[in-house]
Nanobody
Framework: QVQLVESGGGLVQAGGSLRLSCETS????????MGWYRQAPGKQRELVAV???????KYADNVKGRFTISRDNGKNTVYLQMNSLKPEDTAVYYC????????????????WGQGTQVTVSS
């Protein structure tokens, strides 16, 4: 089972910044897509930012120019730098990793972290 451990959430005022981290229990090179989703109360989970293939990235339109996804391959960690935060960014943020192919120790699958709360006050 691939483990994803998130950290970095918290309470911040509008206009502030936070950085989320997601560390995996498996080499990041074994993961096909990895990134961040969020779910606000009463809403569906939505994509925020992901690495698709190689170094390609995809962002939700409402975070473009404010959020940046990055990774440290040596630490098997993906980050989400969130700047100019708005109250509508308030949500539980989830790390996601998709493995298309099984390895000797881990099965292919769609893996999720436990989530980290981000609250932006106005």
């Amino acid at each position: 089972q691939v483990q994803l451990v998130e950290s970095g959430g918290g309470l911040v005022q509008a206009g502030g910044s936070l950085r989320l981290s997601c560390e995996t229990s498996i080499s990041i090179f074994s993961i096909n897509t990895m990134g961040w989703y969020r779910q606000a109360p009463g809403k569906q989970r939505e994509l925020v930012a992901v690495f698709t293939s190689g170094d390609s990235t995809k962002y939700a339109d409402n975070v473009k120019g404010r959020f940046t996804i990055s990774r440290d391959n040596g630490k098997n960690t993906v980050y989400l730098q969130m700047n100019s935060l708005k109250p509508e960014d308030t949500a539980v943020y989830y790390c996601n990793a998709v493995m298309l192919y099984s390895t000797r120790l881990f099965n292919a699958g769609d893996y999720w972290g436990q989530g980290t709360q981000v609250t932006v006050s106005s």
